[in-house]
């Protein structure tokens, strides 16, 4: 397996752009998360699906901030409309089970102008 | 949330020493993970141990769940083991919260 793919891999976009971020996780895992990575608050966790279905979104830090699992194999992360602060890495990861070994996706890295 | 604490923040090392890096956490887990984040800001897992011990190549990781502490091993260390190792956990299965980190430097 090629591993959790995310795209694009950097972003630089104008404030009040809308960005969208994409995912596909390992064949056969259940559950998806998306994580940002920022030097000031370090990995958090923003939403995680399984089976699709979002279970919790306790993570996302506002409204402008929507993640989709419309099938298995695909998931985005929409922040619209984009602010700098929002510059950070945004990870995808996926793993088989709850609790297990998780994958992580290279990142991508948006930065907001 | 579960809180994490890694240490030390940094460590340098010689090429070929061995070290031990340390996970406290302040509640039971029922998941423990190691990563490696390496200078490109790639994550890899490198251990899924929410206890016992476990081996791979030059490094090792144990988990003492009941005294809420993980030690991650590197033995005889390679540039290319430089990078961040984070440690993360989780008290109801899906949810990892990860530690600062701790920024490992080896010199050849």
């Known amino acids: 397996d090629a591993g959790v793919i995310q795209s694009p891999r950097h972003e630089v976009t104008e404030m009040g752009q809308e960005v969208t971020l994409r995912c596909k996780p390992i064949?056969?895992?259940?559950?998806l998360f998306w994580y940002r990575q920022t030097m000031m608050r370090g990995l958090e966790l923003l939403i995680y699906?399984?089976?699709?279905?979002?279970?919790?979104d306790s993570g996302m830090p506002e409204d402008r901030f929507s993640a989709k699992m419309p099938n298995a194999s695909f998931s985005t992360l929409k922040i619209q409309p984009s602010e700098p602060r929002d510059s950070a890495v945004y990870f995808c990861?996926?793993?088989?089970?709850?609790?297990?070994?998780?994958?992580f996706g290279q990142g991508t890295r948006l930065t907001v102008v | 949330g579960i809180q994490v604490e890694q240490s030390p923040p940094d460590l340098i090392l010689q090429e070929g020493a061995n070290s031990t890096l340390r996970c406290n956490f302040s509640?039971?887990?029922?998941?423990l993970q190691w990563f490696h984040q390496n200078p490109w800001g790639q994550l890899i897992n490198l251990f899924y141990?929410?206890?016992g011990t476990k081996q791979n190549g030059r490094l090792s990781a144990t988990t003492v769940a009941t005294e809420r502490y993980s030690l991650l091993y590197i033995s005889s260390s390679q540039t290319t083991d430089s990078g961040v190792y984070f440690c993360?956990?989780?008290?109801?299965?899906?949810?990892?919260?990860f530690g600062a980190g701790t920024t490992v430097t080896v010199r050849a």
């Open positions: 990861a996926s793993s088989f089970v709850s609790g297990g070994k998780a994958f």
């Open positions: 064949s056969g895992h259940d559950y």
């Open positions: 699906f399984n089976n699709n279905v979002p279970i919790d």
């Open positions: 509640d039971s887990v029922n998941n």
């Open positions: 141990i929410p206890s």
């Open positions: 993360a956990v989780g008290d109801n299965d899906y949810k990892l919260s």
